[in-house]
């Protein structure tokens, strides 16, 4: 999956020679998607400025998400099965299937990028008063 240059928005696919587009009528919550990622079970999600959803079948539904959490803007899993996401004001995390979040704040204003290490920890690239800065849990 991937954003397709020629379609206005969402998301698109390409499989055995065949696009595949995917907009709000699929069930994304808004056309703007701004970042996929596929976990090692093979679920995939997307992040939007309306929050988290993830491809279920032919379709996108919602993930379930903190109060007043809207944003997430990327995601990366732990070797342990933990997916992070983060946002402007620090990183949440889920394990298995029961999308219960836990947040977890760093000492950073806005977050940038999750990446998960070999060892386990979530790295994250975010910015503290105009300074870049990376953060490892």
Known sequence: LYPRPSEPGGIASHKDGVWRAYHVADGLPVEKVRSYFRDSRGRRFVTTGAGVSELVGERWRSVSLPPG???P???A??????????RDDGIYRL?????TFDRK????????????TRDGR???QGELDTQLVLYAW
């Open 95 to 99: 394990e298995g299937d029961a999308f």
């Open 77 to 86: 899993e732990t070797p342990a099965g933990i997916v992070g996401f983060g």
């Open 73 to 75: 803007w990327t995601l």
């Open 122 to 124: 979530l790295l994250v």
């Open 105 to 116: 704040h760093v000492p950073v204003s806005t977050v940038n990028m999750v990446l998960a």
């Open 69 to 71: 959490v809207q944003e």
